[in-house]
């Protein structure tokens, strides 16, 4: 059976740092696109950055380029987002998804229908 869980979302202060990690169960993680996905209070559900199969093709969207890290260990099935420099806009339910195959390019963000599995989501709160 397939399975995705996220961890560690917390309370972090405005420009501090934290890391989100999604563990994946039963998967080839090579044959999957990996995003994250953020949904804010009130708001829709963005995708924030994703990570190709091979691990060769990554996005990130504007408001996080710079900031934020995306990476992968397949031999672990974890895909780990590193946070620096967070914001109050940052706050919201962090949700890690996957594709079957190749998603993570050109609009790939406009395509959250295309990512059919998804682990439960987990809080991150930026506030002082």
């Known amino acids: 059976q397939l399975h995705l869980a996220e961890s560690g979302g917390d309370l972090v202060h405005p420009g501090g740092s934290l890391n989100v990690t999604c563990t994946g169960s039963?998967?080839?993680?090579?044959?999957?696109?990996t995003a994250w996905f953020r949904q804010a209070p009130g708001k829709e559900r963005e995708g924030i950055a994703c990570i190709g199969p091979t691990g060769v093709a990554i996005n990130y969207i504007d408001s996080v380029k710079g900031r934020f890290t995306i990476s992968r260990d397949d031999a672990k099935d974890t895909v780990l987002l590193q946070m620096n420099s967070l914001k109050p806009e940052d706050t919201g339910v962090y949700y890690c998804?996957?594709?079957?195959?190749?998603?993570?390019?050109?609009?790939?963000?406009?395509?959250?229908?295309?990512?059919?599995?998804w682990g439960q989501g987990v809080q991150v709160t930026v506030s002082s």
């Open positions: 998804a996957r594709h079957f195959g190749r998603l993570c390019a050109g609009y790939w963000y406009r395509r959250r229908h295309e990512f059919t599995l």
């Open positions: 039963g998967f080839r993680p090579n044959f999957y696109t």
